[in-house]
């Protein structure tokens, strides 16, 4: 383990992550464990700063639960539209791992770079990280399991490059070949791409919770509602290029500022 790193105190007119901040001064909103308990976690990365160290930084409060590995203190918070969980478990050697929420194909280590300059450090406070080349899990954690964290392509530069040439991955470009391929990408990636976009669609419209997600776009993409199938190659064209916009527009508005998503 790397020699532990000091992290700057907070600044003085930060307010504790669990009130609510209408002026907004903290960079992080602080969830309770028990609100967010569903929630499918990535692991991310280890830092060689200590969790009290970080709780005090962000003025978060430390929740302590436990899991099959054991007793665990941990919180859960908000940074630029990312859900973070920052953890420690009892036994483990010292050092803060840091979890995210999985959601839109956001670059894991430009999440992790936004939270280290929240906390004021730099690169030097990661320890290893589950991404990458070069990437060292000589000590994985138990907590993260054995053999986890093999180098792959973000899903950020899949869905970049897809979008740019959709022909590339489905052949025939129509809108039915595009919701097959992201359902397939979706289903074997544990939900990385599309987590949440269906209850976006939702909010969007104001009703359709009950609806799968390319049924509430299409209802965005043709607000007079959609031609009857077969469509022709024009109708796929404006359809596909409609449900792309729609997806971008939802990952912007996941990286965007809490108070001002949509």
């Known amino acids: 383990m790397a020699e532990m790193i000091e992290i700057p105190d907070a600044e003085s007119d930060w307010e504790s992550a669990t009130e609510l901040q209408a002026g907004g001064r903290n960079?992080?909103?602080?969830?309770?464990?028990?609100q967010s308990a569903t929630w499918p976690l990535s692991s991310l990365a280890l830092l060689s700063v200590d969790?009290?160290?970080?709780?005090?930084?962000l003025r978060l409060t430390l929740e302590t639960s436990w899991d099959g590995h054991g007793r665990v203190r941990a919180a859960f918070f908000v940074l630029n539209g990312t859900d973070f969980v920052v953890t420690h478990h009892e036994g483990d050697a010292p050092g803060t791992h840091v979890w995210t929420r999985k959601g839109g194909p956001v670059d894991p280590a430009a999440r992790v770079g936004s939270l280290l300059a929240v906390l004021g450090v730099g690169p030097e406070a990661v320890?290893?990280?589950?991404?990458?080349i070069g990437t060292d899990l000589s000590h994985v954690p138990a907590a993260w399991g054995r053999g986890r964290g093999k180098p792959t392509r973000s899903h950020q530069d899949l869905w970049d490059s897809f979008k740019r040439r959709p022909g590339m991955f489905v052949g025939r470009v129509t809108f039915a070949a595009v919701v097959g391929f992201l359902n397939g990408y979706?289903?074997?990636?544990?939900?990385?791409?599309?987590?949440?976009?269906?209850?976006?669609?939702?909010?969007r419209l104001g009703y359709g919770e009950n609806l799968v997600y390319w049924a509430l776009a299409k209802k965005l993409i043709f607000p007079d509602g959609h031609p009857e199938e077969p469509w022709s190659p024009e109708t796929d064209q404006f359809a596909v290029t409609g449900l792309i916009e729609l997806i971008d527009e939802y990952f912007d508005d996941l990286a965007a500022d809490p108070k001002e998503r949509s």
């Not at 909103?29 to 028990?34: D, G």
């Not at 969790?51 to 930084?57: F, P």
């Open 27 to 34: 960079p992080v909103r602080q969830a309770s464990m028990f």
């Open 186 to 203: 979706d289903t074997a990636s544990d939900s990385a791409l599309l987590d949440g976009f269906r209850e976006w669609l939702a909010a």
């Open 51 to 57: 969790l009290e160290a970080v709780a005090r930084r």
């Open 127 to 132: 320890s290893y990280s589950t991404w990458g």
